[in-house]
C-alpha cells in the first residue's frame, strides 16, 4: 500500500437504507481496491429501523476497513455527518451519500482540485459540465433552484450548489468547521460552507455526474421549510466576527 497518497477517510450517513447500501458499499470498495491507497469507510447510522446496521456489518469482512458507528435515534443528516467526521483520521475526508448518487469515481476530480490549493471541493449539479442523466422529479429540481436563489442572497454568493451530498476536506478546515455546526438536518451543507468562508478556507464547486437515485429521504414540504429556516438560523448563530 502507497504511503505517498494521503489517506483517505469517506463518511456515509445512512437512514433507513437497507435498499441502497449494498450497492453502494460494492461500488466503493471495488474502485478504492483498484487504487494504491490506504482508506476508510465510516458508516454512520442515523437511528434506523430497518436492516441498515446488519447489511454494513455483513460487509465488513469485505471492507475491512469499515467501521459503523450508530445514533441513537434519527437526528438528520447533518449530525449524522458531523459524527462520522469527528471520527475520521483521513487526511482528505470525503462525505458521501448511501445512495451514491454521485458516482465514487468523481473522487478524483474533487481530489485534483484539493491538491491544487482548495480546502474544500464540493460536487455540483448547478454549473456547467455537471451532467445529469437521471434528473429529479421537477418540484424537486424547482425547489432545488429556489433554494439556491434564497441561498446566494443570504448567505453564499457565487456557490451554485450546496446540496450535492459529495464534498471533500482537508482535514484540518474539517476539523475547524464541523464542531460549530449547529444545524442537525438537511440545512447543515449551508452551514459547513458559511463557515468554512467565513474561516477563510476555498472552496471549489467542481461539475460532476449525477443520478437520481428512487428512495429519498427529504420530505419536500417539511424538509424544504426547515432549510429554509435554517437559513435565518445559521446567520444569527454565526454573527459577529
Ligand atoms: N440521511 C440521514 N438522516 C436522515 C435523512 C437522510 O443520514 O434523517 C442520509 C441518507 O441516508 C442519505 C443522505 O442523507 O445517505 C441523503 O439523503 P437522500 O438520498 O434521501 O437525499 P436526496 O438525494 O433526496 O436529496
Ligand atoms: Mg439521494
Redesign the pocket.
Given at each position: 500500500m502507497s504511503t505517498s497518497q494521503p489517506k483517505l477517510s469517506i463518511v456515509?450517513?445512512?437512514?433507513?437504507?437497507e435498499l441502497?447500501l449494498l450497492k453502494t458499499l460494492q461500488a466503493i470498495d471495488e474502485y478504492l481496491s483498484g487504487l494504491p491507497r490506504k482508506y476508510e469507510i465510516i458508516l454512520?447510522d442515523?437511528?434506523s429501523s430497518d436492516r441498515?446496521v446488519e447489511i454494513a456489518r455483513g460487509f465488513t469482512p469485505v471492507l475491512g476497513s469499515m467501521r459503523v458507528l450508530k445514533s441513537r435515534c434519527?437526528?438528520?443528516?447533518g449530525?449524522?455527518?458531523r459524527q462520522g467526521i469527528a471520527a475520521a483520521r483521513g487526511d482528505l475526508i470525503l462525505f458521501?451519500?448511501?445512495?451514491l448518487?454521485t458516482p465514487i469515481q468523481e473522487l478524483a476530480q474533487l481530489e485534483k482540485a484539493v491538491q491544487e490549493g482548495a480546502d474544500v471541493a464540493i460536487g455540483s449539479r448547478g454549473i456547467s459540465g455537471a451532467r445529469v442523466p437521471t434528473r429529479?422529479p421537477f418540484y424537486?429540481e424547482l425547489m432545488g433552484k429556489i433554494f439556491n436563489r434564497l441561498v446566494q442572497v443570504i448567505i453564499l454568493p457565487g456557490i451554485h450548489d450546496t446540496?450535492c451530498?459529495f464534498k471533500l476536506f482537508k482535514r484540518p478546515i474539517a476539523r475547524a468547521v464541523f464542531p460549530k455546526l449547529t444545524i442537525n438536518?438537511?440545512g447543515f451543507d449551508v452551514e459547513t460552507l458559511y463557515l468554512v468562508r467565513r474561516s477563510g478556507g476555498r472552496i471549489a464547486e467542481i461539475p460532476v455526474e449525477w443520478h437520481?437515485?428512487r428512495?429519498?429521504?427529504?420530505s419536500p414540504l417539511r424538509d424544504a421549510l426547515r432549510m429554509l429556516t435554517d437559513l435565518f438560523r445559521i446567520r444569527m448563530r454565526h454573527r459577529g466576527p
Open positions: 456515509i450517513p445512512a437512514y433507513n437504507e441502497r454512520v442515523d437511528g441498515t434519527n437526528l438528520g443528516k449530525a449524522a455527518v458521501s451519500d448511501a445512495d448518487s429529479q424537486r446540496q451530498g438536518g438537511f437520481n437515485a428512495g429519498s429521504k427529504v
